[in-house]
C-alpha cells in the first residue's frame, strides 16, 4: 500500500516522542511504502533518522527562511517565467480571490462548515498549479479583498495596519503547503491535526485518498496554550485561535478515523464534532527491552530525581525547579538531573535564573539533550513529569519501563498511562509536586512497588507489537487498496 | 446540585490570573486544565464537564478582563551623533577621495600630477571594480538580510560564501578581459595594463569583503577600517615621498597600500560577523543546555535560479548605479585621434565632476539619521493606522519622504552654493584648469539631482520596489553616455557634462514621481514589501 504520511516538525527532521512513534510506525510497516511530506519551520534542518528503504519519496515543506518557494518545492525555471506571466491582477480576481476568501472567511470564524474550507482550499491549490505564488499573494488584488474582509468582520476591523500586515503575511507563509502536489496514494495519513493535513485534503479531493490521522498532543490545545504568551492584540490572538480551530475541524472532518494516542484526547475531539464511533485510541508503545533496569554508576550520595523532559513551557520545567525548592529543605542532600534541551532561550534563562534564586545551583542539573535515555532514568530514585500539556507522553512510559517510581502532572492522558503506578499531582503546584516526591524519598518500599508495577503496566498494554497492528489493522481497513 | 457563584467567581478570578481575557470557551477550557482543573472538579461544581465549566468561566471572568498590553522587546537607538558619524564614513570610496585629494594631493583617480596612462589605467581599474561587482554586493546584501530576518542563517552565511565566491570569479574574468581589451584595443602599454587590473582586482576585492559590513550595519568596524585604511595610505605616501621615491610611484604603492588594508580589515570583519557563528544570533547568557538553534553544518543548496530570479533587480541595480554614474567619464576619456577604441584619462573633466561628486558625502551625512529609521518609522506609524482605513499611513510616509527630501535638498542647496562660490579656489587646489570650474559648477547641480534620486531609491527600496529603481538606472545610463557623445561631437568635450546633468535631471524627477504614487497606496506597498 501507498501511504501519504503527513507530519509536521517532527520525523524525520526533529527528535522527540512524535518522531519516535513515526520511526517506530515506519519501521514497524515494512510492507507499506511511505511518502512523507514534512513540514518543517526553516529549510536548513537536517533528517535526523535514516530513511528506511520502504520510505519512497520525502517532500520537505519549510514554511518560513525562504524567499521563492521554489528554492526548495519542485520547480522549473521555464515554468516559473510561464506562470509569472500568465498570473495577471483579472486571473487573481476570476480564479483565486472567490476561493481565498471563502477560506479567509471560514478560518476567520472556526471553519463552521469545514468541506467547504476542504474546497476553497483545493481550488486555491488548482490555482496555484498554473499561477505564480509569489505575484498572487503579493498581488494589489489579494491587498484589496482582504482589507475589504476585514471591514466586514466587527473584531478583525479593529486591526491596526501593522498587525493586519503581519497576519497576512503569516497566513500566506502558511499557504505554501497548497504548493504541494500529492502523489496518487492509497491512504494519507497525517501525524498531527495542522496544516499538514491540508496536503491529504487536497488528496481526498483529487484523488479520492482516503485520510487518517493520528493526534498526539490535540493539535489546538497547544496552540492556544502557545497563544497565551504571544505579544499580540487580542482581535489577533482570536484570528488565530480561529484559524487553527478551523484547521483541526478540516482534518477531523475529512478523515475516516481519528486516533488518539489516549482517550483523554478523545474528550477535546469530540467537543470538535467528532462522532464517537469515528474515533479509536491506539496507544504508544516502547521497548522494554531497552528501557529496563538497569544498574550504573550514580554521581551523588543523596535522592536523585530525574526528568527527560525539554526546557520549556509546556513541560513547565520551573514547575519542578520550584518543587526542588521545597524537597531541598527537607533533604539537603537531594538532586535533580534534567536531561532535555531548551527550545526557547528566554525561558530557559528564566529557569536558570529561579535556580540562582533559590540556591539550588548546586543541587539542580540542566545535563542538555542526551543521547542515552535509557541510562538517564536508571540514573534517578524518582523521575518526574511536570507538564502542563501532555498526550501520551513516551517519557513517561520510557520512565515506566524503566522500573521507576514515578511523579506526574494530572494532565492530557497521563493519568491514563500511570493508571495506579505512580503518584499523581495536579499541575503548576510546585509544593504538591515537592511532597510526593518527599513522600517516595522517604518509603523505599513505595518506590519499588510502584516501579515494578509500572514496568509491569508498559510491558502489557503499552508495548510497541500491538501499537504496530493496531495501525495495520487501520491501514488494512481504511487504505484504499483493501 | 446549582451551580455556586462566590465559586465560579473564583475560578474566574483565578483563570484570569493566566489570560486576563479569555476569548472563546476553548481559551478557557485550556486555561482550566492548565491550572489543574478536569472533568470531575468540573461536576463538582454542578457542570456537566469542563467545556461547560470554561462556558460559565469565560463569562464569569469579564469583571477582571482588562486590555493586556501587548509587550514588545525592548530597542537599541542608536544616538544621533553616532548616526551622523557613521554617516561621515558610509560612502567610504568617496571618502578616500575627497582626504586624499585635499590632503595628499592623490587620490584613486590620480586627480593631478600624473602621466596620463598612469591615470587612465588606474582610472579604469577602479570603474570596472565598481561596475562588476556592485551587482554581486547588492544580491548579497540583499539575501544576507532577508535570510537572517526569516531565522535562516545557514542559508544567508550558504548565499553570503557562494556569492563571494562567484564574485571573485566574476571579478577575474573581467580583470583577464579587461587587461585584453586595454592591451589590444586600447592601447595601453602591459606595465599599465597590469597596473589597472591590479586597481579592479583590489577594488572589486574589497567591495566584496565588505558587503556584509555593510549589509549588517556594523558601524564600529566601517568607521574602524576606513580610518585605518585612510591612515596607512597617507602614511605610506609621505614616508614614500620622504624616503625619496618619485610622485608616481608613492602615489601608486600608498594607495594599493590603503586599499589592501581596507581590503584585508573587510576580510576579518566578514570572518567575524558571518562565518564565525556558530549559533543564532544568541546572548552570552543563554544557557549551556540550550542548544536548539545549533546551526547545522551542511546546508541543503537552494535551486540557483530561484535565488537568481528574485534576486537580478538587485544585481541589475548594483551594476547600472556605477555604469551610469561613470558613463560621462568614460565619454570624456574617448580620444577618437588615437584610434576608434583609444581611451585618454582626462584630467580637466574628471577634475571637475568628481569634485562635485563628492558632495555627497556631506549630503549622505546629513540624511542618513533619517534614512536609518525609516523601518522603525513605517512600523510605529503602521501601529497608529487602521487597516480598513488606512490613510493615516499615507500621509505619514509621504510625510517622512517630504522631510527627506526637504533635508537632501537643503543641506543640497547650502552645499551647492558654498561649493559653487569656492570652486575658483578648491578646483586648482585639487590640480584642475578653467574648464575644470566649469565642469565642477554645472556638476553640483547634477549631483545635487543625483542625491535626490538616491534618497528615493533607499526610500524606494525600503519597500522592495528595486525594481523601478534598476529600470531608471538604465535609461539614465543610456540617456548618459547617448548624450555624451552626442554633446562631445556638437560641443567638445567640456559640454558631456550637460549629459550627465540631464540623466541626473530624469532621475530625480522619475524617481520622485515614482515613490510618490508609492506613497499614495502606502498600505498595499507596506503589506507587498516580503
Redesign the interface.
Known sequence: MRVLFLVSGVYPHYMGGVSTWADQLVRGLPEHDFHIVSVVSNPHVEVRYPLLPNVKGLTTVPLWGTERPEEYLPGSFPRTIVRVGGTSAAAIRRDFLPAFETFFREAARGAPRPAVLGEALYAMHVFLRDHDFLATVRSHALWDSYRALLAEDPLLSTLDLYEAVNLLRTLVRYLRILLVRPPKADLAHAAIASVAGIVGVIAHLEHGTPNLLTEHGIYIRERLLDLLNQPLSAPAKVFWQNFHASLARLNYHYAERVVPVCSFNSRWENRFGVPSEKVQVVYNGVDGAKFRPMDVPSSGGGRTVVAVIRVDRLKDTMNLIQAMGYVQRARPDARCLIFGPASDPDYARMCVRERTRLGLESSVEFRGFTREPEVAYNLGDVVVMSSVSEGFPFALLEGMASAKAIVATDVGGVAEALGDSGLLVPPRQPRALGEAILRLFADPGLREALGSRARERVLSRYNIDGFVSAYRGLYAEFGRAA | MAVDPLALDAIARTASD??P?P??R??AA??L????Y??EDARGHAFA???DLADAVKEASRPYAW??P???APRRRDRGATLYLVGTFYNIGWMIMLIALFMGGQSLWAASNMPVGVSTAIGLGVVLGLASTGGVQQFAAWKLI??RS??????ARYVMRRSLLWGSVGLVIVAVLAGILEVAAIGLPAPLAALSVGFLLLIGAYRLAMTPVFALKKFVALILASAVALGAMFAGFRLLAWAGVDRVGSVVASQVLGLGVLLALSIVFTRAFVFAERRDA??P?????????E??T???P??F???A??GLPYLVYGTMYFVFLFGDRLVSWLAPGLGPLALNYNSSYQIGVDLALLLLVPITVVKFPVIYRLAEYL?VS???????R?GT?AEAVARFHTALLVRVLTASAVIGVLAYLAADWIVPFAGGDAQSVAIFRWAILGVFLFAVFLANAVFAMAFRRIRAMAVLLIVAAILNYGLGVLLAMTYGSGAIVWGFLLSATFLGVASFVHVRRLGR?A??A???A?
Open positions: 493566566v489570560e481575557r476569548k472563546s476553548l481559551e485550556v486555561i486544565e492548565a491550572i489543574g478536569k472533568d464537564d469542563l467545556f486590555d493586556e501587548v509587550i514588545e532577508y535570510y526569516q531565522g535562516n542563517t545557514p542559508l544568541g546572548r547568557d543563554d544557557p549551556p543546555f540550550y542548544a536548539a538553534r546551526m547545522p551542511n546546508v541543503r537552494p535551486r535560479w530561484a535565488l530570479y528574485e512600523e503602521s501601529k497608529g493606522a487602521d487597516a480598513i488606512p499611513f497606496d498600505d498595499y507596506y503589506f507587498a516580503f
